[in-house]
């Protein structure tokens, strides 16, 4: 147990910049970290929502090498009890990642937390997967549990082979399931992730929200998968003014073009709407809010409001002319 359980799931996508962070707390209470920056707004955050119960995190996900995923992550080890860690496959130079992130696996492996390196398929279930009947233990159908799609070796040794692998590869995609909610964190994967997972027909089913991959980027971002995957909300989580200039022309194109062919859909911009917060009571309507925070600070609960088409302060508009205007300079 983390935090008291309230039989709601609440998904925390926090406004870090150009990097990627979310918090989740399942209906039973246990705290799942999905890439960890800004160690500082996550402590926040854990402590207006409740202390952890017996210190603990239930799992830390580093979805890939990149220190916009990972960086705040030794803060998190040395502060709480982290049970158990999901790591992308180590894979050469791109696998092993930066003398950082070898420092942070090595603080994994001073502590007790068992470690799961991901290829291919992997599921969890962190509020356990069977319910007691009246005379034998079943499976829950509806129990709360997180999918893990890792590159396999196979699609590593092809991109390999071709000359085109880098540690975007690596990344590992998320989808949360509870009841009839689902969410994809797409993390940094790029099209040969999709692809790979779209031929196995695991991404066919349609989503209610999407942590859009690779900040908005190009190389992770088709307009056929938005179409397919349906999300009513999508979450890019980057700053547009920093130097990548991520959502890029393309990206910015599509997700213009998405919000504006659906009336009921919104496409945030986590730099513009900061911090943004899911809750599904008892598995089905859920409801998203966005609330304040400081970039390099704490978050403001009390200030959460719903996220809506009218209030939303995204100006896709705008970011395109911008992006348009950028060819030419």
Known sequence: MAVPATNTLSIYSLNVGQA????????????IIVDAVKPNKIINLLQQIGPPINNEIEELVITH???????????LLNTYIVKSATLSPFWNKFGMGPPTYRAMLNNIE???TNIDFISGYGRIYPDGATTQGQQQIVHDEDAFYLEFLGPPNSLLSQLERDNKLDTNHLSIMIRIHWKKFSMIIAADAQMENWSYFDR????SESC??????HHGSCNGTQWERLERLSPK??????????????????????????????DNKIVALTSETRSIRITVPNGNAYKIEKFDDQYNGNVNLANAQTLTRQNNPSNWRQLLENRSTDLYL
């Open 200 to 203: 196995e027909g695991m991404l």
């Open 20 to 31: 990627d962070t979310t918090i989740i707390i399942s209906p039973k209470g246990k705290i």
């Open 65 to 75: 090498p990149h220190s916009d995923h990972f960086s705040g992550a030794n803060k």
């Open 110 to 112: 001073l502590g007790e």
């Open 233 to 262: 909300c999508v979450i890019i989580s980057s700053d547009h003014d920093k130097s990548h200039h991520l959502p890029d022309l393309v990206g910015t194109s599509i997700f213009s073009k998405y919000e504006a062919d659906h």
């Open 208 to 213: 209610d929200v999407l942590r859009s991959s």
